[in-house]
DNA sequence: CCAAAATTGCAATGTTCTTTGCACATTCTT
DNA sequence: AAGAATGTGCAAAGAACATTGCAATTTTGG
């Protein structure tokens, strides 16, 4: 199985944790160095440390509790067993001919995922993400399976710092959303495949209230070209009936990243902000506290 | 093919160098950083220099010499590149360079999306999609940002003619739908970067419930892995702070695909009962709509 | 509800690593 | 062959980083 090399690379690390006396930021940073090798093999300790929401201070004795001497020792590990994890699958990556319809998909894809990579003018997105950044309010209107897009979209906006709703509950609350729509203000249209008819008009209707217009789309569409300032084309060819919203998402993605770094120090207070929220509302999931009687905490 | 890649890698770094006016020294440590690359993207200045045989200090010029900052700069973009070789061979090839936050986001989305097209066991996603289409009703948990994917992959499941229903408005809710989940269910929990808390609850509540339940998640946490019967593990590193839900969406569509071949019949006649309201209730777009508000809908 | 233990954050400390000024060596030009 | 220019090494300055002592806060056990 493929799966090997990285399993027994996260059964590795999962292993060397003493199972009772795992303290909770310990864990929390585990988890950090699980789901982020690359970052995890090249990244200082104090940029762990705040993707895990923790102190540098953690990460050095956490390192030292995992039976390592401190962070550059664990990281060389994590380096070595992270980088055989890739290149030990390396073969199968050729087979492009059949397979099961799941994997046609991913391969599509990949193919659409590069295509979009060759063709994408990044110039776009980082007037967008600034646009974005400058106005009073952004409205993302996404219908249909895009809906989800311009939820993803919305919510990373938000953690960056920015008002972004997006509208994906009906052509009611559209309406009343873009009522409000004036001057200085962003609306971000998402519609692959087929338009829908309230996107096109919301589009419009945002356009003649002097707002800024940007569309996300599959093909280039008359009804969605004029209304917009931009549009962003992004390849949503799917293997079976379903466009494909993949490509979509990785727009989505690489606008929030561009968002980001308009203005980091608001950025990085929001996400302060939210992450002492989280805990505050205990969201987070810690491990369970063991069950066997007598074992001391660490 | 590796051999490509690497030729790839190889070609990007010496086309660098400023033909005329490379310097002996310079010349041998590039050697270096070409036949060794995995010593080059780890190494300190100094190691590079031992092997070459130069002055620490000449690392430093050379790296300034081929229009980088210093040495860390040039080590980063070797890292990108020769981590690409690894994990995505067909793409290296192209600009993998510098570039927005936008385009390493993209690039970022490209590489993890190639990983999981060699990582992923199509036959996990196939398991999945016969539960799916067998269970009596499925039920789809996802928090946070993860929301999105979640509420794609219901969407076109319901496209596809299968109960499926997304649970993203808060624990409230999704107490109330475990609570009547049961054999002949399936719950497919989707939580990634960090777990939420209900998403766990929920998940081992529907295992106790009889229901089969599946996980998709970016490491492998203990705490999802003894609830579900399968786990799909989806790499969600981002460029920014921000997990990237791009793979994530990747294997939701994926699932989708493989999910609307176990019954054509059932997809299709159920695709068409869309369709047929969608015209219905006028929610395509069919002209061009003019800039002034007050358009009839279609 | 209190006391003891432990965990985490802050900040100072010590280490490692990169860069750069300067001097010497080598090469190219006149 | 001598002078100029460039390449290279050495060593110190400077920056980044990991570690650890200490204090505050939280958790555990009585």
Redesign the interface.
């Known amino acids: ?3 090997r090399a ?2 027994s690379f ?2 590795w690390l ?1 292993d060397r944790a003493p199972e009772r006396g795992l303290r909770p930021k310990a864990a ?1 940073l585990l ?1 950090v160095l ?6 995890a ?2 990244g200082s300790a104090a940029e762990l440390a705040q ?1 895990a929401g923790v102190n540098v201070a953690t990460v050095t004795r956490t390192a030292q509790a995992l039976g390592f001497a401190g962070w550059p020792a664990l990281q060389q590990e994590l ?1 070595a067993r992270y ?1 055989s994890s ?2 030990a ?2 073969v ?3 087979h492009s001919g059949e ?9 599509r ?2 193919d659409s ?2 295509l ?3 063709r ?1 003018d ?1 110039s776009v ?2 007037t967008i ?1 600034e646009a974005v950044a400058a106005a009073g309010r952004t409205v993302i209107v996404a ?3 895009y ?3 311009g ?2 979209l919305a ?2 906006a938000r ?2 710092g920015y008002p972004v709703a997006a509208v994906t509950s009906g052509d009611a609350e559209l309406a009343n959303t873009v009522s409000v729509i004036g001057p200085g203000d962003v609306l971000i249209a998402i519609s692959f495949w ?8 919301a589009a ?2 945002a ?2 209230r002097g707002a800024r217009v940007f569309a996300l789309t599959d093909a280039a ?3 969605l070209a ?2 917009a300032e931009e549009v962003v084309m992004v390849p949503a060819e ?5 466009p ?3 490509a979509g ?10 968002l ?2 308009v203005d980091p120090a608001r ?1 990085s207070a929001s ?1 302060e902000r939210a992450e002492g929220m ?1 805990s505050k509302f ?7 506290a063991p069950h066997a009687p007598g074992d001391e905490p660490g």
């Open positions: 199985m493929t799966e990285t399993d996260q059964d999962r929390a988890e699980l789901s982020q090798p690359r970052r093999s090249f993707l380096r980088l890739l290149s699958p390396q199968a990556a050729e397979g099961s319809p799941s994997s046609r998909s991913l391969r894809d990949l995922l590069a979009l990579n060759r994408l990044e997105l980082r993400a219908d249909g399976s809906a989800a897009v939820m993803a919510h990373n953690l960056a087929r338009l829908y008819e309230s996107t096109v008009l419009n209707e356009r003649a569409s008359p009804a004029d209304a799917g293997v079976a009936f379903f494909s919203l993949t998402m990785a727009v989505a993605q690489a606008l929030v990243t561009q980001a770094t950025t996400i989280w205990g969201l987070l999931h810690r491990r369970p």
